[in-house]
């Protein structure tokens, strides 16, 4: 995934292992519990969102 924006999503207990996310803009997410094992993550804003 590269080049998105998310608002107001809800990606609780995804299990995105291996994913490639670049220059994606979370806004309003809720993030808990998520799975990034062996993903390539770069440059990724969250604004406002729920992580923990």
């Known amino acids: 995934m590269t080049d998105v ?4 999503c809800n990606l609780s207990n995804a ?4 994913a490639n996310i670049h220059r994606v803009v979370f806004k309003n997410c809720k993030l808990l519990r998520i799975v ?4 390539s993550l770069g ?3 969250f604004e406002n ?3 923990i």
Do not use: F, G, V
């Open 5 to 8: 924006i998310l608002k107001n």
């Open 15 to 18: 299990i995105l292992t291996s």
């Open 36 to 39: 990034l094992a062996k993903s």
């Open 43 to 45: 440059n990724l804003p």
């Open 49 to 51: 969102c729920e992580l």
